[in-house]
């Protein structure tokens, strides 16, 4: 299929003014509905753009500029979603708190209208379930826990990794969910009870020692429309697992980090500095088993899998360390977090 | 020959276990009793080195809720009102033993240059002669108890020489005793078998006979360090048991961490307890507090190993009776920015204007504050202290003169620079 993406003239900004530093993006979220999007950034507040605002002349340029939304009293917000019908947000922090936001029409309610003490650590990732009916969360304290989403009323919860999981994903239909952690592990898990089905050994887990120790294991993680594959983005590559056996199936090197799947094309987006946008071809997914080696160690041995099958849509350089993928207008727009706290838009085509 | 060479070989143990003369009398040196009673009697101090420049705000002045705080939240320490950083349980534990200072004030924002400062007390380009790490210049001041042993022992990796100061115009006597680090004894030291004693022993004979011819018009001084330097390796060899961490318990290698600096730490404790007075321990390997990139992610984890493992180390000095006479100093060569850069996913640049640090022992006062920083960390608002009088403070609680002068080739050089500095009277 070929296919483009073209830079649209239009960025997003966010910057509270306080001059400590620029609100480098982590995670980005398009409401399914309506023409807003939220960032998570270096912040204990989640940043809010009206996509069809215009742009206004700030010092840094001419940008849609956001507002700062949803605030905990103190940390940083670490994981964030919006429920599929747009009318909640579900926020996680370093303050080890879940808080549960109204949407207001623009924005969300200024008090959260649930919170509760998570995890014994930080909030690492947020999930809302398909349905919107239960929230996952995994903490610092290794938990992956289950919610009542309109309560917050705690349903289970799971020991998940040895090291601190990194973020999670539901599969479409509700009935799985995917953690990843530093541990280098995904486990899947069943959605109604938080019972392992599998683990899949992603590796690339070190010891964080020295002055700029890479990442460690899985850093992020998504899965693709129908559920089939799931993705795990580590410090310098991207894999994929074929969801339902663990088998891996191929993998992207030195693009690695940030990974997102379009809601509609067979494509796969992911890297840091370097964002590749990835057209797979399901037909040439010769999935196999993976060896589970380990080293002296005990760590998992580098992943041994061939190219993931496809070809390369778009290599767009972003730089200094940006993160944060969010297709918009089902598929339409791609938006990229950068570390300055800029989004830049992308418009997806067929060709 | 045989019977002979047999003699030889118990003699020489025999002098090595009854305290006879090959190499100073290294026998029974090591015994318990004898250890303890010396560790004792004298003063100790024991460098934790965050290389890289510690964050303040990651540490000992965390932040929490305000724009500079970062991601980290704090936790209070058994000190009222005061909160450290929240993966510091131990040193929050034990802030109540400790002197933390809140207003360190250093200019220099280099690693190198900023290292060197902070470890010897003088700026790099401003003294003709060398200067010597404090630590070397300590045991120069301080006669080790048991002058067989090193004075000065470094563990792990240095960075370079100015990350980590050598003896300078102290001249080799002084020089730091290397050991590689993840609680490996000095490299190529080989264990005390009789075999090895005589081989040495050998080999000091032909050295001696054949530096004779050499020492002949010379200077004897460097000669003499040179000499003693050799003296010690005998010692060294009889005794390498002090370096091995294996005979530690168990428990105790839990209690510091199973990682490269627990068990460097675990060792410095075997060492001091054994008699070594001085001791540098650097956490990691190069700059690993020099955290610019994905700053408070990875700080999570270097923080938790380094308060594991100075936790259990304090924690052992005052259980084992050592806490009064050995200083135990945390600290790096500067701070960092309270503005969170975007030099990769975020962290700190390097900040001299107010930073951080900790230590304590050593019959100090305990539980004491020093110094205060405004809400957002920006600006000290109470008490700037120098590195200067951090210097004052270490060696007049070793009972040093920090204003005295040594002489090096005809010229005063003080040990603290250009006389600068008062100790800190919170804390004596």
Request: include cysteine; glycine fraction near 12%; hydrophobic fraction near 40%.
């Amino acid at each position: 299929m070929a296919a483009k993406l073209t830079q649209i003239k239009k960025s997003l900004y966010v910057d509270d003014g306080l001059k400590r530093g620029p609100l480098t993006l982590f995670r980005l979220r398009a409401f399914p509905s309506s023409p807003f999007m939220l960032g998570q950034c270096t912040d204990r507040q989640l940043a809010l753009w009206n996509l069809e605002a215009e742009p206004r002349q700030v010092k840094k340029g001419e940008f849609v500029v956001g507002d700062l939304v949803c605030p905990h009293p103190a940390g940083w917000i670490r994981g964030f979603d919006v429920a599929s019908s747009s009318d909640f947000i579900a926020t996680g922090g370093s303050d080890r708190t879940l808080r549960l936001w109204k949407w207001e029409g623009t924005r969300p309610s200024d008090k959260p209208v649930a919170q509760v003490a998570a995890h014994d650590g930080w909030v690492e990732a947020v999930a809302f379930s398909p349905d919107g009916s239960r929230l996952a969360t995994v903490g610092a304290d290794r938990q992956l826990k289950l919610w009542e989403a309109g309560s917050l009323k705690l349903l289970q919860t799971a020991p998940a990794h040895t090291g601190y999981p990194r973020d999670l994903a539901w599969t479409p239909d509700g009935s799985k969910i995917v953690t990843g952690g530093e541990d280098g592990q995904l486990i899947v898990w069943n959605g109604a009870d938080l019972q392992p089905v599998a683990t899949i050994g992603f590796g690339e887990a070190n010891d964080q020692q020295g002055q700029n120790p890479a990442l460690t294991g899985v850093y992020r993680l998504a899965i693709s429309r129908d559920g089939q594959w799931l993705a795990a983005g580590g410090a310098k590559l991207t894999a994929v697992f074929e969801l339902a056996t663990g088998r891996g199936v191929g993998m992207v090197k030195e693009s690695g980090v940030d990974v997102a799947f379009h809601p509609r094309f067979d494509w796969l987006a992911m890297g840091e500095n370097q964002l590749r946008v990835w057209s797979y071809e399901v037909a040439k997914f010769a999935p196999k088993a993976l060896s589970g080696d380990k080293d002296k160690e005990g760590r998992l041995k580098p992943l041994s899998l061939p190219a993931l099958p496809g070809q390369e849509v778009a290599n767009i350089k972003r730089n200094d360390y940006g993160q944060g993928i969010a297709f918009l207008d089902g598929g339409r727009q791609m938006a990229l977090g950068k570390a300055d706290g800029v989004v830049d838009l992308w418009e997806a085509t067929e060709g | 020959m045989a019977v002979s060479h047999e003699f030889s070989r118990r003699a020489l143990l025999h002098g090595a276990m009854a305290g006879g003369a090959a190499f100073g009398g290294f026998g029974r040196l090591f015994a318990a009793d004898s250890a303890a009673q010396a560790s004792r009697q004298q003063k100790h101090v024991i460098l934790l080195w965050m290389s890289g420049g510690p964050s303040q705000f990651e540490t000992w002045d965390p932040k929490p809720g305000a724009p500079t705080g970062g991601p980290h939240l704090s936790i209070p320490t058994t000190i009222p009102g005061i909160h450290f950083d929240e993966f510091l349980p131990q040193l929050a534990r034990l802030a109540e033993r400790m002197v933390t200072i809140r207003s360190m004030t250093t200019k220099n924002g280099d690693h190198s240059a900023g290292s060197f400062l902070a470890q010897t007390g003088h700026e790099p380009s401003r003294v003709i002669a060398p200067p010597p790490h404090w630590l070397a210049m300590a045991a120069h001041e301080l006669a080790p108890a048991r002058g067989e042993l090193p004075a000065f022992v470094n563990i792990n990796r240095e960075q370079d020489v100015q990350t980590n100061p050598g003896a300078g115009f102290l001249g080799p006597k002084y020089q730091q005793l290397y050991c590689p680090g993840n609680g490996a004894p000095p490299e190529d030291l080989p264990p005390p078998s009789v075999a090895d004693l005589a081989a040495l022993e050998a080999r000091e004979a032909l050295r001696e006979r054949l530096a004779a011819g050499f020492r002949a018009g010379r200077d004897p001084r460097p000669l003499a360090a040179h000499d003693a330097i050799f003296r010690q390796m005998g010692s060294l060899v009889a005794s390498s048991e002090i370096f091995d961490i294996s005979r530690e318990p168990e428990s105790d290698q839990d209690r510091y961490g199973r990682t490269r600096f627990g068990r460097d730490c675990l060792l410095a404790r075997r060492l001091v307890e054994r008699g070594v007075p001085f001791v540098r321990v650097q956490h990691q390997n190069g700059l690993a507090w020099d955290k610019h990139r994905r700053a408070f992610d990875c700080q999570r984890h270097i923080s938790a190993e380094f308060d594991t493992a100075a936790g259990a180390l304090i924690d052992d000095l005052i259980a084992r009776g050592l806490w009064e006479q050995t200083l135990v100093v945390c600290m790096g060569e500067f701070g960092r920015t309270p503005e969170i850069q975007g030099q990769g996913p975020p962290g700190r640049n390097h900040y001299t204007k107010n930073w951080a640090l900790s230590f304590g022992g050593c019959g100090m006062k305990e539980g004491v504050v020093i110094g205060k920083t405004n809400a957002d960390g920006t600006e000290i608002i109470d008490r700037p202290v120098t590195i200067h009088d951090l210097f004052c403070t270490f060696y007049t609680i070793l009972g040093i003169d920090p204003h005295k002068e040594l002489d090096f080739e005809g010229r005063p050089i003080p040990l603290v620079e250009n006389k600068l500095g008062q100790p800190l009277r919170e804390v004596l």
